[in-house]
């Protein structure tokens, strides 16, 4: 056998050796608990341990036209909050997300705003089902402007107390309901995680005025920090097995990520259709995005709102992140194990 051959098992049993480091770090069992890991009461997939280690106290506030919500958590001594206000005036729906962390002291993380604040009917010129400003033709905005009080209520499912605020707009055309939870909970067959807002996005009876138009709603992003926006077709629910088809835009302030989400399908008149949404842009002073429907009666939508990566790592199992660079250092090492045997063969 000569070196050349040597050689190039030696690198062979080194990539092996690195790819079974990898797959240690993909399940590492926790020690020193008596219960069973996958327990699960209230039969939701997620395990009652993960429920607990996440769990979070929620106060609210609300009057017709405000809402204040505070959720927080302790871990370890550590404490972390995010507040939510809800508002409804003339310039829309603003949701208004702060996160916080305990740095010896509260302080604000990262915070960014959300604003529904027009339903627009236009004509697909391109037939590519995303609404164009400079292509498509505009027939009608309506503005989001006049609400009925904000009505408040409570609903127990699974243990979970879940609180419920519906907003509606006075000519009942636009709804939208958020859902605010203590712990994981599925509402209308979604999981809903502890660190984000469900909100039910509704457009009844729209009065279309030409015979082939569709609708856009449009979305604002808004922020007091230096925050950049991205767009991702992967979103944390997807990453960790809670959700499917999702994409999001990303607030990223330092190391925390805010993010505004949505299911890629929406229910228009009972039938499942795709959600077309065009990716986040700054004109005129604004940050700003649609989100386009197909033509219908009663048009349904789930966005979400929330913070990312505070959610606890799932029992047994390592983060995407811890993932990423248990791989890159493989990779790594891997290469170098190529380049120094490529060396030695030359000699």
């Known amino acids: 056998m000569n070196a050349k051959q040597i050689n190039k098992k030696t690198l062979l049993l080194g990539g092996l050796l690195a790819m ?3 797959s240690s770090f993909l399940y590492t069992p926790v ?3 008596s219960h069973d890991d996958d327990e699960d009461e ?3 997939g997620i395990s009652d341990r993960d429920e607990d ?4 106290k929620v106060e609210i506030e609300y009057s017709d036209s405000e809402v204040q919500i505070e959720s927080s958590q302790e871990i370890d001594g550590i404490s972390n909050e995010f507040k939510v206000k ?6 829309g729906i603003k949701i208004k997300f702060e996160f916080e962390k305990d740095n010896e002291t509260l302080e604000t993380e990262v915070e960014y ?3 529904l604040s027009e339903i627009i009917e236009f004509i697909d010129t391109s037939a590519d089902g995303f609404y164009n400003s400079s292509i498509d033709q505009e027939v009608q905005v309506l503005k989001i402007d006049e609400f009925k009080p904000i009505l408040y209520t409570t ?3 699974l243990n979970d107390t879940v609180h419920i605020f519906t907003v509606e707009t006075v000519d009942e055309v636009f709804s939208a309901t958020v859902y605010v939870t203590t712990e994981f909970t599925v509402i209308n067959d979604v999981i809903v995680a502890p660190n984000q807002l469900k909100i039910d996005i509704g457009i009844h009876n729209f009065n279309y005025t030409e015979l082939d138009s569709v609708l856009a709603l449009k979305v604002k992003l808004e922020s007091e920090y230096e925050v950049d926006y991205e767009n991702d077709d992967e979103t944390e629910d997807e990453e960790d097995g809670r959700a499917s088809d999702e994409q999001e835009v990303e607030i990223i302030a330092g190391d925390y990520i805010g993010f505004f989400s949505w299911i890629e399908t929406a229910m228009v008149d009972g039938v499942e259709h795709a959600v077309k949404a065009t990716p986040i842009e700054t004109s005129e002073g604004e940050n700003k995005m649609y989100l386009s429907y197909p033509r219908g009666t009663e048009i349904i939508h789930d966005p979400k709102v929330g913070i990312a990566n505070i959610i606890q790592t799932p029992t047994g199992l390592v983060g995407s992140s811890e993932i990423l660079i248990v791989s890159v250092a493989a990779i790594l090492t891997i290469t170098g194990l190529s380049v120094l045997f490529r060396k030695k063969s030359k000699r």
């Open 42 to 44: 209230d039969d939701d």
């Open 113 to 115: 705003k959300v604003v």
């Open 20 to 22: 079974i480091v990898i």
């Open 86 to 91: 809800i508002e409804t005036g003339d310039e």
């Open 155 to 157: 609903e127990l499912i």
């Open 53 to 56: 280690e996440n769990r979070r």
């Open 31 to 33: 020690l020193g608990e």
